[in-house]
């Protein structure tokens, strides 16, 4: 038994966290640099003298805490800033800084987005059952509404889509189903946009990907679509005979008024069938046969 399970592309959606390299250099340098400069000039000998490194000791996680809100966006990110759980701004791409306890940031990737959309199961006007996969292509035009306008967009827009899929469907035929997959498509996005738009998303297309029919359905297809290549080749045949039939008529009809043209289409046959060894010809004057004719004609006439 054949494997029928389809393998889809998983989408992959990660922060990639380029400002921890840069924390650790503003967190490290400094406070190395802070306790060799206090080493070198105190030079702690005594108890006294290592007393003097506690400012230096407390100092420390108050720096990490500082340090800490150093952030990096790459290109396709926006930062989501907010302040005490209000919206502040969108920054990024490149350095931004979060202020440590008041501020917390939601990185948004904007580029184009894939989403797949699988066995959905639908049902036509003409009541035929099909699974219908497909797969959905969105971006985030709008950062500080993805975020504050719904709580998970990307579940939200596959979900939407995944509905809207199936309005459309059920208000088509089987044959407006596989024949008009484009004016399908372009009416799911318009329908898809139309919503998402106050979510800060914008729907750049959807794509069916595949249409499955029952298995008794496809054999009628089949063999419906052999009765029609067969009866184009049977129209075909019957077109092509008739205007064999047509010229042979008016070729007839030349011959008839001009009686040269019928003995040299004689010669030429005859010529045919001479370049064969294997071929006997034997030859009856064209001129016995009209004579012929002409006595049989003028012995009716007198009898």
């Given at each position: 038994?054949?494997?029928?399970?389809?393998?889809?592309?998983?989408?992959?959606?990660q922060?990639?966290s380029?400002?921890?390299g840069?924390?650790g250099?503003?967190?490290?340098v400094p406070?190395?640099?802070l306790?060799?400069?206090?080493?070198?000039f105190?030079?702690p000998?005594?108890?006294?003298n290592?007393?003097?490194?506690?400012?230096?000791?407390?100092?420390?996680?108050?720096?990490?805490?500082?340090v800490g809100g150093?952030r990096?966006a790459?290109?396709?990110e926006?930062?989501v800033i907010?302040?005490?759980?209000?919206?502040?701004a969108v920054?990024?791409g490149g350095?931004?800084?979060?202020?440590p306890i008041?501020e917390?940031?939601?990185?948004i990737?904007?580029?184009?987005?894939?989403?797949n959309?699988?066995?959905q199961?639908v049902i036509?006007r003409?009541n035929?059952p099909?699974?219908i996969?497909?797969a959905?292509f969105?971006?985030?035009?709008?950062?500080?509404k993805?975020v504050t306008?719904?709580q998970?967009?990307r579940?939200?827009?596959?979900?939407?889509?995944q509905a809207?899929?199936r309005d459309v469907i059920?208000?088509?035929?089987?044959?407006?189903l596989?024949?008009?997959r484009?004016q399908i498509?372009?009416?799911i996005?318009?329908?898809?946009?139309?919503q998402?738009?106050d979510?800060g998303?914008h729907?750049d297309a959807?794509?069916?990907?595949d249409?499955?029919l029952p298995?008794d359905?496809?054999?009628m297809m089949?063999?419906?679509?052999?009765?029609e290549?067969?009866?184009?080749a049977?129209?075909?045949?019957?077109d092509g005979d008739r205007q064999a039939a047509?010229?042979?008529a008016?070729?007839a009809q030349?011959?008839?008024?001009n009686p040269?043209?019928l003995e040299?289409?004689?010669?030429?046959?005859l010529?045919?069938?001479g370049?064969?060894?294997?071929?006997?010809?034997?030859?009856?004057p064209v001129e016995?046969?009209?004579?012929?004719e002409?006595?049989?004609?003028?012995?009716?006439?007198?009898?």
């Amino acid at each position: 038994m054949t494997n029928t399970n389809k393998v889809y592309a998983q989408p992959t959606e990660q922060h990639i966290s380029l400002g921890k390299g840069l924390r650790g250099i503003l967190f490290y340098v400094p406070t190395i640099l802070l306790f060799l400069l206090l080493f070198v000039f105190l030079k702690p000998t005594n108890y006294k003298n290592i007393r003097s490194f506690i400012p230096a000791l407390i100092f420390t996680p108050f720096w990490s805490v500082i340090v800490g809100g150093v952030r990096v966006a790459a290109e396709w990110e926006r930062g989501v800033i907010l302040r005490l759980g209000k919206f502040q701004a969108v920054r990024g791409g490149g350095v931004l800084y979060v202020i440590p306890i008041f501020e917390s940031v939601s990185f948004i990737d904007i580029r184009t987005k894939v989403i797949n959309v699988p066995h959905q199961k639908v049902i036509t006007r003409d009541n035929v059952p099909a699974e219908i996969d497909s797969a959905l292509f969105f971006m985030v035009s709008d950062p500080e509404k993805a975020v504050t306008s719904i709580q998970d967009f990307r579940f939200a827009v596959s979900e939407y889509a995944q509905a809207a899929l199936r309005d459309v469907i059920g208000g088509l035929t089987l044959d407006e189903l596989l024949s008009e997959r484009d004016q399908i498509q372009t009416r799911i996005v318009e329908i898809v946009e139309e919503q998402v738009r106050d979510w800060g998303l914008h729907i750049d297309a959807i794509r069916l990907q595949d249409i499955e029919l029952p298995e008794d359905l496809k054999r009628m297809m089949s063999r419906q679509a052999s009765a029609e290549r067969e009866k184009r080749a049977t129209i075909t045949k019957a077109d092509g005979d008739r205007q064999a039939a047509e010229s042979l008529a008016k070729a007839a009809q030349i011959m008839t008024n001009n009686p040269i043209a019928l003995e040299l289409r004689t010669l030429q046959t005859l010529d045919g069938l001479g370049a064969s060894p294997s071929n006997t010809v034997i030859l009856f004057p064209v001129e016995m046969g009209s004579a012929i004719e002409k006595i049989k004609s003028q012995l009716s006439k007198k009898s």
